[in-house]
């Protein structure tokens, strides 16, 4: 991701529910859910780490998907190909 594109980004991902365009209360649940569901068992530490391999991995999938979106519109505004 360049660094202009990074910043747009990082001002929306870190905004607040329901301010962030990013997230929904639907995602928040469901990553709780899922938290609760498979983590809950671990001790507390182990709880940590696999809650924080799974928001990487969910900020790595959000990043994935603001790039491509924004690629999307750039070439759907401009009937350019070449982003």
């Not at 001002?11 to 938290?35: F, G, H, K, Q, V």
């Not at 671990?42 to 998907?65: F, G, V």
Request: charged share 25%.
């Amino acid at each position: 991701m360049n660094k202009i594109l990074e910043v747009i980004y990082n001002d929306y991902a870190e905004r607040l529910l329901p301010e962030n365009p990013l997230s929904t209360t639907e995602i928040e649940n469901a990553t709780s859910s899922l938290c609760d569901t498979y983590f809950s068992h671990m001790p507390s530490k182990e709880q940590d780490k696999a809650y924080a391999r799974l928001a990487d991995l969910h900020s790595a999938i959000e990043q994935n998907a603001f790039e491509v979106g924004f690629y999307s519109a750039v070439q759907l505004l401009t009937n350019r190909e070449d982003f």
